[in-house]
């Protein structure tokens, strides 16, 4: 019998992006709102339909911050149960460079501004941080993982035109 997204006993996990910008000893990070309380995370967000996981967080890392992004590398998978919500977590990170800030763009519904931090002042945010994740790819990062963004595949089809 075939499963649908509608039978319950199929487990979905949110498949997200993030993005680790560093400039020198400092990481891009957004401070938002979520839940009624600021929360500290790296560019991020959900993969959308019809778009790759780079794609996805080239796309995030512009509306959570105001930065276009340069992707050089994949840093990892990680798998998390969220306490936020208590679903399930897929986030694929990648490592990436500033091109451009563009300070006049508006950013995404929450997010109330995009900072640079040590990562000492990143791990000093404790319960703060939006998940254990943050530090996972920084350190991923600082630990020299340097995986081909080309490991990731993307096999999309195009809509058909009507």
């Given amino acids: 019998m075939p499963v649908t997204s509608s039978d319950s006993s199929v487990w979905c996990p949110r498949v997200t992006v993030a993005c680790v910008v560093a400039h020198g000893d400092r990481y891009l990070m957004v401070e938002e709102e979520v839940g009624g309380r600021l929360a500290y995370n790296q560019p991020a967000g959900h993969l959308e339909d019809g778009e790759s996981l780079p794609q996805a967080a080239v796309r995030e890392a512009l509306e959570e ?23 399930g977590v897929v986030r694929f ?19 109330r501004r995009a900072l640079w931090l040590t990562r000492a002042e990143i791990a000093a945010l404790g319960e703060r941080l939006r998940s254990p994740m943050v530090l996972l790819s920084i350190d991923a990062w600082l630990a020299g993982r340097r995986l081909p963004i080309d490991a ?11």
């Fill in 65 to 87: 911050t105001g930065w276009s992004v340069a992707l050089e590398h994949f840093l990892g998978v990680h798998q998390w149960r969220s306490a936020e919500h208590g679903e």
């Fill in 93 to 111: 990170s990648f490592a990436a460079r500033p091109l451009a800030h563009d300070p006049d763009r508006p950013l995404d519904r929450g997010i």
């Fill in 152 to 162: 990731l595949s993307s096999l999309l089809a195009r809509p058909a035109r009507p």
